[in-house]
Every structure is written in C-alpha cells, then in structure tokens.
C-alpha cells in the first residue's frame, strides 16, 4: 500500500529545495527568462503556486474545480493563463505558494481512502495526484535551476518521478496520437546512490536502461533524449523515447538537443 503521508513528506522537501533557490532572490532574479518559452522564474513558481489551487479544489470542492475548467476562456491556454493570473510581487508571490502547498497537503491527507479526485483527462489517487506534485515540482525546479545557473544535487526523491514516468507510457503515445504499444517495456535506472531502480518485466524484450537523473529528465521533457545517456533497446523502447511524457495534457513542445550528437543510444 501507498504511503501517502511519506509522498507528502517527500512533496514538502521537494518544495522546500525549491524554495532556497528563489527566497533570496533580488527582484531581477525573478525576471530572468527560464527554458519554457516566454517564462519567468516568476512564472514557473506562479505555475505550480496555481496548480496547487486547483488541485487543492480538486480534493476539497469538486464542483469548484469543474468550474474552474468550464469557465476558462480559452483551453488551449489554460496553463499560461493559470500562471498570469497567480503572479504577483515577489514576497507577495513567495507567501501565496508556500500558503497553497501547505494547503493542499492538508487537503490531500484528509481525503477519504478509495476517493478518486477529478483531473483533467482523468480521475486520481491522493497519492496519485501528491506523485504528480513531486513531478512537477521538481521538473520547474530544474527550469529555475537553469535559470539561475546552478546545479542540484539528484535525491532518491528520483524514485517517485521515475515509477511515475514508466506508469505513463501508454499517455506518452497516446498524447501524439500514436497507437499505444502491447509490447512491454522494462527500465532499468541507476539510482543517485548506485543502486538499481527496476520497472516493468524482467522478460520485456524492449528496455530502456541508463541513470534515473536522466530518465526522470527525458519523461518531463526537461532535456532531449540526444542528450542524455538512455540506451533504448528494441523498437517499441525505441519511439518511448521519443513521445514519453509524464505529465498530464496534450504533448509537450519538448526540447531542442544542445548537442550535435548525444549520449543517447539505441540498440
């Protein structure tokens, strides 16, 4: 069984590495532009500031939550408009994420067991929708990182991110109209610690091997996968690679490869 109050430990800690980088920041370091196209750092706290919101009314007011989807003036835009509209000040900014995450852990961890809670596209898990947290969170934590030219060191906080990436691989087809692949497909990731993070069957004559860092960095398309030291072996492993995406909504621009010829092979 899921352990949802270590999930939402894991959340709080992941917020928090994200929150020592952008605390102290002048005002100008809010400004500066991150990899997502036309996004501040600003806006990528914003982001996941509003996406606490609604997934806070997803576990406390469903009706509030449908709402919120219906009366979007434009769908396509849902995201962009959802982080405009939390922006704010710096401090003003800082205070309304750290107040909505610590909400939305208390909602989480009071929602009946069994419950399931809207999405879009979809219905969750508390656990489930506390996973996609910690994804989310730590994929515009990297999109901040970038921005302020600063490394991170990868935590066994990995693990949460990578079990999400491989339980999505039907989304990532379907997302770009593909057919989802019957062929199993087993991953095999080295964890920050050396250990070994195995998903899938031990059978599967597709794999995708290689360290978790990576892994997690190609399903939240935070780097191409030319750039990333993935090996894919067999067909089905091989187009993964392509269209995976561990986030919910139609498929992700992605990025473009920094390098002329990457790490990432297929075998």
């Known amino acids: 069984m899921v352990d949802l109050t270590a999930l939402l430990a894991d959340l709080t800690a992941e917020s928090d590495q994200l929150d020592a980088l ?3 920041l002048p005002p100008e370091g809010w400004a500066r532009p991150t990899p997502a196209p036309g996004w501040t750092v600003g ?3 914003a982001h996941l500031a509003w996406t606490d919101h609604v ?24 995201v962009d408009d959802g982080a405009e ?9 800082l205070a309304r994420w750290r107040d909505g995450r610590a909400a939305l852990a208390t909602a ?14 979809t219905r969750m898990s508390p656990a489930s929708m506390a996973t996609a947290r910690i994804m989310e ?26 079990h999400l990436g491989f339980r999505t691989l039907g989304h990532g087809f379907a997302a770009h109209g593909r057919a989802v692949p019957t062929a ?21 004559a597709d794999r995708v091997t290689g360290p978790a860092l990576d892994f997690c960095l190609l399903v939240t398309q935070r780097r191409h996968r030319a ?10 492993a091989d187009e993964w690679l392509d269209v995976a995406q561990a986030f919910a909504g139609p498929p992700g621009a992605g990025r473009e490869p920094s390098t002329a010829s990457g790490a990432g092979t297929r075998a």
Not at 108 to 121: D, E, F, I, M, S
């Open 227 to 236: 750039d990333l030291a993935l090996v894919a072996t067999g067909p089905t």
């Open 43 to 45: 806006h990528q706290i």
């Open 184 to 204: 199993p497909v087993r991953v095999e990731l080295t964890a920050p610690d050396g250990d070994t993070w195995t998903f899938g069957s031990p059978d599967a």
């Open 108 to 121: 989480l961890a009071a929602v009946p067991p069994g419950q399931k809670l809207p999405w879009y596209g």
């Open 22 to 24: 952008v605390a102290a």
């Open 85 to 93: 509209s939390f922006l704010a000040p710096p401090a003003e900014l």
């Open 55 to 78: 997934a806070r009314l997803a576990a406390t007011d469903t009706d509030a939550f449908y709402a919120s989807v219906l009366s979007a003036p434009d769908p396509a835009r849902l």
């Open 137 to 162: 969170t730590w994929a515009h934590a990297e999109d901040v990182a970038d921005a302020l030219g600063v490394g991170r060191t990868p935590t066994a906080r990995l693990r949460h991110i990578a």
